[in-house]
C-alpha cells in the first residue's frame, strides 16, 4: 500500500511537540513491514533543511483565495529517514523559524494544504491513503472530497489522526474563499458552531478517524473542546490506537547522549552514573531522589501546579529531595521556576527551552517523572521514561491510563505511580509514596525498573494496527 501522511511536524526536521515524534518514526515501520509510507511537510527554515541534500521534485502555482503563489516540492536525496520525505516550500509563507506561532498561521496551513493537493493532482498514479495529522491538516478531506479541481484525487481513501483535539484550527466564514472552488451544498461539513473549523471538517469527511490512545477516544466524548457530539455522532468510524515509540532513537543501551550506557541488568549502576552528571550539571545532591518534568509549561500539561509541587514538596522533606524541570511556555510560568530556582536552588533547577540531548540524558538520570496533565491524549515521555527505568507518575487520563499501572496494583503488575487530580495536593501525596519507597524500600524501585524495562512499547503493533485500518 502506497501511504502519504501530511503533517505539520515531523522529527527530525522539524518537531514542536510529541506530533513530530509520531510522524517521523511510524512511517518508517510502515515501510519496514512492506508497504511504502512517505512524509510531506512543510519546509522551514531548520538545520535538517540546511545539513541535508535535495532535489527538486515538482514547481507549481495556484490561488489562494484571489492570491496567486508558487511553491515547489524538494525529496530528501538519501532516504536518510528511513522513508521519503518531501517539502512543501512557499515563499514568505512557510520559510520560517519556528513551526507555528505567527499572525499568519491560517494562511500558511491553508497555502500548504492546497499545494500539497495541486502537487498529488499531478501524480500519474494516485496512492492508496493520505494520512492527515491534526487540524493543520483537516481541510484535506474536505478538498480531496469537494472541490471541483481536485477531482482526480476524490476516491483516495483518506484518515485523520487526532493528536490533540483542544486546537481545531478555527476560521472565520470571511476567510472562506481561500478554500479552492467547491460544492456549496456541502458547506456544512466546513462549519462547527459558526466557523470554519478544520479539525471538525476532518473528522466529518475522513474516511477513518484515529485517536492516538484507546482512553482518549472515550473522553472526547464527554471533554473536546466543544467537539463532543461529533465525536459521539462519527463514533463508527473513530478507532484509539496507541503511539508507540522509536526503540531505535530511545535506547538506554545505545543512546549516544548518554554519559554512562546501560541495559536491565545493569540499570542501578547505569542509571546512578547518569544521575551523578545532572545533579553535577545542575547544582543538586545526587543523594537523594531526582524528580522531573519534561514539556511544555502550558495548562493543558497542569504545568502552573508546578512551583506549588516544588516549593511544598521540598519544604515538607526538609531538602531530601531534587527537582529539575525542562520545557518552555507561558512566560509569566518561566519567570515564576526561575524565581522559585533562585530560592530553593540546592534543590530545584531549571531549564527553560528544548534540549532533545538534555531530555534523552534527564530520562537516564531521573528516578521520577511527573506527569500532572489535565490532557494527555497518548503522552510519548511517561513511555521514554519506562524505556529508561524511570518511575512514571502520571494522572488517571488518556494515553497515560493506558501505559501505566500503579505499583500497587494488586497482581503485582505495576511499575508506576496514578494520581487522579492536576493538583499540587495530589502529586505531593504521589510524592509522599515514592519518597518512602526511596529511602525504605528500595527493593520496590529496583523491582519496578525491571518490570518497566522489559516493557515493549515500540512502533510495530501499532503500525500494524493502521495498516489494518486503511485496508
Ligand atoms: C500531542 C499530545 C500527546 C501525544 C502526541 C503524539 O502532543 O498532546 O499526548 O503523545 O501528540 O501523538
Not at 284 to 296: E, K, N, S, T, V
Not at 317 to 334: D, M, T
Not at 357 to 386: I, K, T, W
Not at 442 to 448: K, S, V, Y
Request: proline share 3%.
Amino acid at each position: 500500500m502506497e501511504i502519504i501522511h501530511i503533517s505539520a511536524e515531523c522529527y527530525p526536521v522539524a518537531k514542536a511537540g510529541g506530533l513530530g515524534d509520531v510522524v517521523g518514526a511510524l512511517p518508517k515501520y510502515q515501510n519496514r513491514i512492506g508497504h511504502i509510507a512517505k512524509v510531506v511537510m512543510p519546509m522551514y527554515r531548520t538545520k535538517f533543511l540546511y545539513n541535508n541534500d535535495w532535489e527538486l521534485v515538482h514547481e507549481g502555482g495556484t490561488y489562494l483565495g484571489s492570491n496567486w503563489f508558487r511553491y515547489a516540492v524538494i525529496k530528501e536525496k538519501s532516504n536518510k529517514l528511513g522513508f521519503d520525505l518531501y517539502l512543501v516550500d512557499i515563499n514568505g509563507l512557510l520559510d520560517r523559524e519556528q513551526v507555528y506561532g505567527y499572525d499568519d498561521d491560517t494562511e500558511r496551513f491553508v497555502s500548504f494544504q492546497i499545494a500539497v493537493l495541486d502537487w498529488l493532482n499531478s501524480w500519474q498514479h494516485k496512492p492508496d491513503v493520505i494520512h492527515c495529522h491534526d487540524h493543520h491538516t483537516g481541510l484535506i478531506p474536505f478538498m480531496m472530497k469537494y472541490c471541483y479541481g481536485y477531482q482526480s484525487l476524490a476516491t483516495i481513501r483518506t484518515i485523520i489522526t487526532i493528536h490533540n483535539a483542544q486546537y481545531q484550527g478555527w476560521m472565520g466564514w470571511e476567510k472562506s474563499h481561500y478554500i479552492p472552488w467547491y460544492d456549496d451544498w456541502k458547506t456544512g461539513l466546513l462549519d462547527w458552531g459558526g466557523s470554519i473549523n478544520p479539525l471538525a471538517s476532518a473528522i466529518k469527511c475522513a474516511d477513518r478517524v484515529t485517536t492516538v490512545s484507546p482512553s482518549y477516544l472515550e473522553e472526547l466524548m464527554n471533554s473536546a473542546n466543544g467537539l463532543e457530539n461529533l465525536f459521539e455522532f462519527e463514533r463508527g468510524k473513530c478507532f484509539g490506537i496507541l503511539n508507540g515509540i522509536d526503540n531505535e532513537v530511545w535506547d538506554p543501551e545505545t543512546d549516544t547522549y548518554l554519559v554512562s550506557n546501560y541495559n536491565a541488568e545493569t540499570v542501578e549502576a547505569g542509571k546512578e552514573e547518569n544521575k551523578e552528571h545532572i545533579c553535577r550539571q545542575f547544582n543538586l545532591d545526587p543523594q537523594w531522589p531526582l524528580f522531573i518534568f519534561i514539556g511544555r509549561l502550558v495548562g493543558e500539561k497542569a504545568a502552573e501546579i508546578l512551583p506549588d509541587v516544588i516549593g511544598n514538596g521540598v519544604e515538607r522533606h526538609e531538602g531530601r529531595i531534587n527537582f529539575l524541570v525542562l520545557g518552555s511556555g507561558h512566560k509569566h510560568l518561566e519567570a515564576e521556576l526561575l524565581r522559585l530556582e533562585a530560592i530553593v536552588g540546592k534543590n530545584f533547577s531549571c531549564y527553560i527551552g528544548y534540549n532533545e540531548e538534555l531530555a534523552h540524558r534527564l530520562y537516564a538520570a531521573a528516578d521520577f517523572l511527573l506527569m500532572p496533565s489535565l490532557v494527555e491524549p497518548c503522552g510519548l515521555n511517561q513511555m521514554y521514561a519506562l524505556r529508561y527505568g524511570t518511575v512514571p507518575m502520571v494522572r488517571n487520563t488518556g494515553g497515560l491510563r493506558d501505559t501505566v499501572i500503579d505499583i500497587a496494583n494488586v497482581d503485582g503488575k505495576g511499575y508506576g505511580l496514578i494520581f487522579n487530580h492536576a493538583e499540587a495536593w495530589d502529586v505531593l501525596s504521589s510524592i509522599d509514596r515514592a519518597m518512602g519507597w526511596y529511602f525504605e524500600q528500595p527493593g520496590i524501585l529496583d523491582g519496578a525498573r525491571k518490570k518497566m524495562m522489559a516493557i515493549d512499547n515500540s512502533w510495530e503493533n501499532s503500525a500494524h494496527h493502521y495498516i489494518s485500518i486503511y485496508q
